[in-house]
C-alpha cells in the first residue's frame, strides 16, 4: 500500500513537472437546440404543409496543449439529431474530428500551422467557422503565418484527385494591418481555378464603427467564365446599452430573361452565411447558388441590460437581376428576433423567432404559397465546462 501512494506521489510530481514546461487545458462544449420550422432555407411554406419540428445537438471536447516552441489541438464531436440513434445503438457514425493541428514556432514571427483547422478571417464572409451549423466547417491544410509589422497567412492545400472531394487544390493569401482605430485586409483565393480577390475596411470613430467588403470573382478556362461581384457596408452607432445599425449589401447575379454568355452570380465559397442576408437562410445556406443575386437592405438595433441581450433586424430583400419580365425584383422582408440571457461563466440560453413575408418573385424562384407563414423559432442551450 504504501508503495502503492509512492508511485502515485511520483506520478503527481512528474505531471506537475510537465505542465510547468507545458500548458495543458481541456474544455467541452454541449450544445443542444430545439427548432420550429414552418418555411425556411430551401422552399416556401405551403398553407396545408405542417410544421418541422427538431432538437439537435453538438457535443465537442476539446484538448489544447501549448509549449514555447508549438501549440496543438484536437477537437473531436458528436452531431445528431435528437432520436436518429435507438436507445440500444450501439454503432455510431456521427463522431468525427473537428480539429486536429499543431502550430510550430520557425522563427521569430513566423509559424507553420498544419492539420485539420478551422479557418476564419475578417467577418467570415469568404472563410469563416460556420458555427451556427452544428457541424461547423474545418478544413484540412497548412498554412505559414507571419505576424509582426502586419499580419500574413500564405495557405495551400490539394486533395485527392479521385473520389468526392469538395475542392482538390486551394491555395490563398490574406494580409491585414491595423493603425488605431483602422484596419484594412486584403484576400486573393485560388479554388479549382476560381479566383476571388477582395478586401475587408473596419474603422472606429467615437461611438461609430464602419465596416467594408468588397470582392471579385474570376474565372476563364475552357469549361467555366465566371464574372461576379460582391459589395456590402455595415454601419454601427452604440448609445450606452443601445446599438443601432443601418447596412446594404449586393451580390451579383445571372438575368433570368437574357443569355448569359458569362455566369456573372457570385458564390461566397467558405463564409459563415447564415450570420448574414437573414437568419430564415433563403441565400446562399447551400442555396440560391447560380441565380439572380441579391440586394439585401438592413436595419437593426439591439439592447443590452445586465445579463440580457435582445436584437433584431429588419431585411429587405431584392434579387440583383431580372427574374421574368413580369415580375418585379424585390423578393421579401424578414424580421429576426433574438434575445441571449448569460446564465453564467460557462452557460448561455438563447431562443429567437423569424418571420418571412415573400413575394411572387420569390415563389417563382423557390416554389411555395405568397400567402401562407414563414415562421422559424428556436430555443439553444450552449454549455462550455472547462475541465482543466
Known amino acids: ?7 502515485f506521489l511520483i506520478v503527481l510530481s512528474t505531471m506537475g513537472i510537465g505542465m ?7 474544455d467541452a462544449e454541449i450544445r443542444p437546440r430545439s427548432e420550429y420550422r414552418l418555411g425556411t432555407k430551401n422552399s416556401l411554406s405551403i398553407t396545408e404543409t405542417e410544421a418541422t419540428k427538431l432538437t439537435s445537438q453538438r457535443t465537442k471536447l476539446n484538448l489544447n496543449y501549448k509549449t514555447e516552441k508549438y501549440t496543438a489541438k484536437v477537437s473531436v464531436q458528436d ?10 445503438n450501439s454503432i ?3 463522431f468525427n474530428v473537428h480539429e486536429a493541428w499543431a502550430n510550430i514556432e520557425l522563427i521569430k514571427d513566423v509559424s507553420f500551422k498544419i492539420g485539420r483547422q478551422e479557418v476564419i478571417y475578417d467577418d467570415h464572409r469568404i472563410f469563416g467557422s460556420v458555427g451556427w451549423a452544428q457541424q461547423a466547417r474545418s478544413h484540412d491544410l497548412g498554412i505559414l503565418k507571419y505576424k509582426g509589422y502586419l499580419e500574413a497567412d500564405l495557405g495551400l492545400t490539394f486533395h485527392n484527385n479521385k473520389g468526392n472531394v469538395e475542392y482538390q487544390d486551394m491555395k490563398y493569401l490574406w494580409l491585414r494591418k491595423s493603425i488605431k482605430d483602422i484596419s484594412i485586409s486584403g484576400l486573393i483565393l485560388d479554388k479549382d481555378g476560381l479566383i476571388t480577390a477582395g478586401t ?7 461611438n461609430f464603427n464602419a465596416a467594408l467588403n468588397y470582392y471579385l470573382q474570376k474565372q476563364d478556362d475552357e469549361v467555366t467564365n465566371v464574372d461576379a461581384s460582391l459589395v456590402g457596408l455595415d454601419l454601427k452607432y452604440n448609445l450606452k446599452d443601445f446599438t443601432f445599425g443601418l447596412g446594404y449589401e449586393q451580390q451579383s ?3 433570368a430573361v437574357e443569355d448569359n454568355a458569362e455566369n456573372n452570380a457570385f458564390t461566397p465559397l467558405f463564409g459563415t452565411n447564415h450570420k448574414f442576408n437573414g437568419h430564415m437562410d433563403y441565400f446562399y ?12 437592405l438592413y436595419a437593426s438595433t439591439a439592447y443590452k441590460y445586465k445579463a440580457f441581450k435582445l436584437n433584431a433586424t429588419y431585411h429587405m430583400f431584392s434579387a440583383a437581376e431580372d427574374i421574368t419580365s413580369e415580375l418585379d425584383s424585390k423578393l421579401g422582408d424578414e424580421l429576426d428576433l433574438s434575445l441571449a440571457y448569460n446564465h453564467s461563466t ?14 411572387e418573385s420569390l415563389v417563382h424562384l423557390k416554389g411555395g404559397d405568397v400567402n401562407s407563414s414563414n415562421h422559424w423559432s428556436w430555443l439553444m442551450f450552449i454549455i462550455k465546462p472547462k475541465f482543466l
Do not use: E
Open 200 to 206: 475587408h475596411l473596419k474603422a472606429k470613430y467615437s
Open 92 to 94: 455510431d457514425s456521427t
Open 1 to 7: 500500500m504504501r508503495a502503492m501512494k509512492k508511485l
Open 253 to 255: 447575379g445571372n438575368s
Open 79 to 88: 452531431v445528431r439529431n435528437w432520436g436518429s440513434g435507438k436507445t440500444l
Open 346 to 359: 460557462d452557460v448561455t440560453i438563447k431562443l429567437g423567432h423569424s418571420f418571412m413575408s415573400p413575394t
Open 285 to 296: 445556406v447551400g442555396n440560391h447558388l447560380g441565380s439572380v443575386g441579391l440586394k439585401d
Open 20 to 26: 510547468v514546461q507545458a500548458q495543458f487545458s481541456m
